[in-house]
Nanobody, 115 residues
Framework: QVQLVESGGGLVQAGGSLRLSCAAS????????MGWYRQAPGKQRDLVAT???????NYADSVKGRFTISRGSAKNTVYLQMNSLKPEDTAVYYC?????????WGQGTQVTVSS
């Protein structure tokens, strides 16, 4: 059974920074993609950034140059460094793990950016 546990959300002023962490446990396989998605109130869940087990990254245009996704040395942890935060980045951020036998989500962590 796969579990994803997120941490690091909170309240920050515009222009500030936050770092989200997500630790995966269980049968996560050696070939997978981990990533972050976000959902603002009344909106759909959108991709923020992903990183493959090989290290390839993909970012939403809205966060390019401000956010950086990375994986820990043990490969079961993913981080999202968020700089120059804007009020429009306010959302619940969800960790995602995509592997050949399933797609898994964390419980979500709230990020609120005040203007």
């Amino acid at each position: 059974q796969v579990q994803l546990v997120e941490s690091g959300g909170g309240l920050v002023q515009a222009g500030g920074s936050l770092r989200l962490s997500c630790a995966a446990s269980g049968s996560i396989g050696s070939i997978n993609t981990m990533g972050w998605y976000r959902q603002a109130p009344g909106k759909q869940r959108d991709l923020v950034a992903t990183i493959t087990s090989g290290g390839s990254t993909n970012y939403a245009d809205s966060v390019k140059g401000r956010f950086t996704i990375s994986r820990g040395s043990a490969k079961n942890t993913v981080y999202l460094q968020m700089n120059s935060l804007k009020p429009e980045d306010t959302a619940v951020y969800y960790c995602n793990l995509a592997i050949i036998w399933g797609n898994y989500w964390g419980q979500g962590t709230q990020v609120t950016v005040s203007s």
